[in-house]
C-alpha cells in the first residue's frame, strides 16, 4: 500500500485525539509516512501532540515521524492530505457570536444567523492564507475541510480557488442524524445509502434506502409521528443535543415532505429557540466546561501512564467520517459521501454557482454528484433566501462592504428586521475588531 503524509491543521482541536485514534484503527486502509499537527496555539498544540505520541508508539509504530508546528513553511510541504478543523478566535469569540445576538432577542448560534456569519468572516481571513500556503507547497494535496461555517467557506474557497479540484468541504451532520435514524432501523448506517439535499446545515432527507434497495424513510417518518429520535454518539448526548433531536419530530410533522437536518431549527422555530436559550451561558460555556475539558484531561490521563490503555478517547462519527473519505479516494472506491459541490444542475431548479450539499460518488479521481431534480417550491424558497445570505456574507468580506453585510443579515431568517440586522452588525463589528476584515 502507497503510503502517504497526512497534514492536521487545527492541530490542538478537541477533535483531534479522536481522529488520529480513527487513523489507528484505520491502518489497514490507510498507511501513513509522515504525520503533520499543525496549529497556531503552540501549548495546546504540544498537548495533542503528547497525546499523539504515546498513541502511535503503543499502536502504530510503523509511522515514520510524527511533527508538530507552529510555523505555516514547514506544515505542508510534500503532503498528500490535509485534513482542516480550525476555530478562527477560539471558543471565547464563540461566546460572543452566540451572546451578541441573543442580547437582541435573536438566534445566537456557532453557524446560523449572525453568529455563523460573525464566525464566517474571521474564519475567511484565516483560510484562505492558508489554502494559499498548502498549494504553494503541495499543489496537487487533497485539502478535506471540516471548519465551520462551512457553508460561507466553500462558498468563498469556489471564489477565490475556482480550478481546484481536490479541496473538499464536508460536514458530518448529516451523518450524525443517519446514525441516530440507523439505530432505530436496526441497520447499520454504512448500510443505508441516503438521498439528501440543500446548503450545509440547511438540508433535508428525501430517501434512505437499505442495501435491498428499500427505502426506510417512510419508517423514520412514521416513528417521529409518536416518538423522539435521540442521538446515538457519545459526543451528542448532553441535553442540549437531545432537545434538538427531540424538535426533528416537530419539524418532520409540521411540514408534509422531506427530513429536515436538526439544523433548520434554528430558521423554522427562531422564537421558540430564543426563548429557551440562556443569553448568559450559551454552547460556547457547555463546550468548555465540557468537551474541552473532558478531551485536554483524557490527553492528561494518558501522557501520566504512558499509555493509552483503558482510556476512553471519545470518538463520533467526526474522525471515521473524515478518514473513510480520505479511504475513499486513496483506494478509488466509489462510496457515497453527502458533500458541498456546486450546483451545476444537479438541484435543477437551484442557481447554478451555488454550493449545495448532496451525496457524490467519491474515487481517486472524481467527485460525481448524484442528480436531485428540481425541488419543491418551499425547499426552493428557503434555499434561495440562505444562499443570497451566504453570498452577500462573502461578497461583505472580499469587498469590505458595510452595505453587504447589512444585507445579509437582514436577508437571514432568524434576524429580518433591518434596525435589528444594524445593531447586531455594530456590535459584531466592535467585538471582532481585527478579527474582521474593516468594513466601510
Ligand atoms: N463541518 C462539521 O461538521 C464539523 C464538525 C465538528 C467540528 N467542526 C469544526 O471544527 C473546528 C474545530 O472545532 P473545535 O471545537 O475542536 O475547536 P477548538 O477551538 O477546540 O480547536 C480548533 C483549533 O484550531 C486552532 N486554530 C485556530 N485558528 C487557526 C489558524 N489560523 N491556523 C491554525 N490553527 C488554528 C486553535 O488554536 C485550536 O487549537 C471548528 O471550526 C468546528 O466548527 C466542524
Ligand atoms: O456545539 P458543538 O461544538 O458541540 O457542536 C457543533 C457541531 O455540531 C455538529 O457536529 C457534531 C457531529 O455531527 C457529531 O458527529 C459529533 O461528532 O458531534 C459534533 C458536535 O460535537 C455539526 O455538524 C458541526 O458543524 C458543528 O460544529
Ligand atoms: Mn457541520
Not at 440543500?198 to 417512510?218: A, I, K, S, V
Not at 448568559?280 to 501512564?305: C, G, L, N, P, W
Not at 453527502?338 to 454550493?355: D, F, Q, R, T, Y
Request: net charge negative.
Amino acid at each position: 500500500m502507497k503510503k502517504v503524509n497526512i497534514t492536521i491543521v487545527g492541530g490542538g482541536s478537541t477533535y483531534t485525539p479522536a481522529l488520529l485514534d480513527t487513523l489507528v484503527r484505520y491502518q489497514d486502509q490507510v498507511s501513513i509516512d509522515n504525520l503533520v499537527l499543525f496549529d497556531t496555539d503552540e501549548a495546546r498544540q504540544r498537548e495533542v501532540g503528547d497525546f499523539a505520541e504515546v498513541l502511535f508508539k503503543e499502536r502504530y509504530s510503523s509511522v515514520n515521524n510524527i511533527k508538530c508546528t507552529t510555523n505555516i513553511e514547514e506544515a505542508f510541504s510534500d503532503t498528500d492530505f490535509v485534513l482542516m478543523q480550525i476555530r478562527s478566535g477560539g471558543l471565547e469569540m464563540r461566546k460572543h457570536d452566540e451572546k451578541i445576538p441573543l442580547s437582541h432577542g435573536v438566534v445566537g448560534q456557532e453557524t446560523c444567523g449572525p453568529g455563523g456569519f460573525s464566525y464566517g468572516m474571521r474564519t475567511l481571513k484565516d483560510f484562505i492564507e492558508i489554502i494559499k500556503e498548502i498549494r504553494r507547497q503541495s499543489p496537487d494535496a487533497w485539502i478535506i475541510n471540516y471548519s465551520n461555517p462551512a457553508a460561507i467557506v466553500a462558498e468563498a474557497t469556489k471564489r477565490e480557488f475556482p480550478n481546484d479540484q481536490r479541496l473538499i468541504n464536508i460536514c458530518d451532520m448529516p451523518i450524525g442524524i443517519m446514525d441516530a435514524f440507523s439505530n432505530i432501523l436496526g441497520v447499520s448506517r454504512k448500510q443505508l445509502s441516503p438521498r439528501y439535499f440543500g446548503l450545509n446545515h440547511f438540508g433535508w432527507f428525501t430517501n434512505l434506502y437499505d442495501q435491498e434497495g428499500n427505502d426506510r424513510l417512510p419508517e423514520i417518518k412514521e416513528y417521529l409521528k409518536h416518538d423522539a429520535i435521540l442521538p446515538t454518539e457519545k459526543a451528542m448526548s448532553d441535553d442540549s443535543w437531545k432537545k434538538t433531536f427531540e424538535q426533528l419530530a416537530q419539524m418532520t410533522n409540521d411540514f408534509d415532505g422531506p427530513v429536515p437536518n436538526t439544523y433548520l431549527q434554528y430558521y423554522l422555530y427562531p422564537k421558540k429557540i430564543v426563548k429557551e436559550s440562556d443569553p448568559h451561558h450559551t454552547r460556547a460555556d457547555q463546550v468548555i466546561a465540557e468537551r474541552e475539558k473532558e478531551v485536554f484531561s483524557m490527553i492528561s490521563a494518558v501522557k501520566q501512564q504512558n499509555s493509552t490503555e483503558d482510556i476512553e478517547i471519545s470518538s463520533g462519527v467526526h474522525g471515521d467520517y473524515i478518514v473513510d473519505l480520505m479511504t475513499a479516494i486513496i483506494n478509488n472506491r466509489n462510496d457515497l459521501f453527502i458533500i458541498m459541490v456546486e450546483n451545476k444542475g444537479v438541484i435543477e431548479n437551484l442557481p447554478s454557482e451555488a454550493m449545495v450539499e448532496v451525496p457524490c460518488l467519491v474515487n481517486s479521481n472524481n467527485i460525481e454528484p448524484l442528480r436531485v431534480g428540481p425541488i419543491d417550491t418551499f425547499y426552493k424558497g428557503l434555499i434561495e433566501n440562505q444562499y443570497a445570505y451566504e453570498k452577500l456574507t462573502v461578497d461583505a468580506f472580499y469587498n469590505n462592504s458595510y452595505d453587504a453585510a447589512l444585507k445579509a443579515l437582514t436577508l437571514n431568517r432568524t434576524v429580518v428586521d433591518t434596525d435589528l440586522a444594524k445593531s447586531i452588525l455594530n456590535d459584531l463589528i466592535e467585538a471582532n475588531n481585527d478579527a474582521w476584515p474593516k468594513l466601510n
